[in-house]
């Protein structure tokens, strides 16, 4: 499944995570997709959370949002498997 979002909470929840971003140069738009590490990925939920100043807090603040949705998930996941 693909989810696109702008909610920091359910960007969390996702088995990968892939910025999407559009910019133009003069009259042309030009749209970049990368697939983010583990670092990238805390920086972009917490640029999510905060906006453009990502300060400590907000990063430490996003890792736990990204390690909560793990155990979520994890928890899910064998409950299924019952």
């Known amino acids: 499944m693909l ?7 359910v960007a969390s929840c996702g088995e990968n995570h892939w910025r999407v971003r559009k910019h133009s140069e003069g ?3 030009v749209s970049e ?6 670092i990238q990925r ?5 640029r999510m959370l905060g906006g453009e100043v990502i300060t400590d ?4 603040h996003a890792a736990e949002l990204l390690q909560l949705a793990l155990k979520i998930v994890y928890f899910k996941i064998n409950q299924l498997q019952k």
Do not use: Y
Not at 3 to 9: E, G, I, S
Not at 33 to 38: C, H, K, N, P, T
């Open 33 to 38: 997709i990368s697939i983010l590490d583990e």
């Open 3 to 9: 989810a696109v979002t702008h909610l920091p909470q």
């Open 27 to 29: 009259e042309q738009t």
């Open 42 to 46: 805390i920086e972009e939920v917490a």
């Open 57 to 60: 807090t907000t990063r430490q």
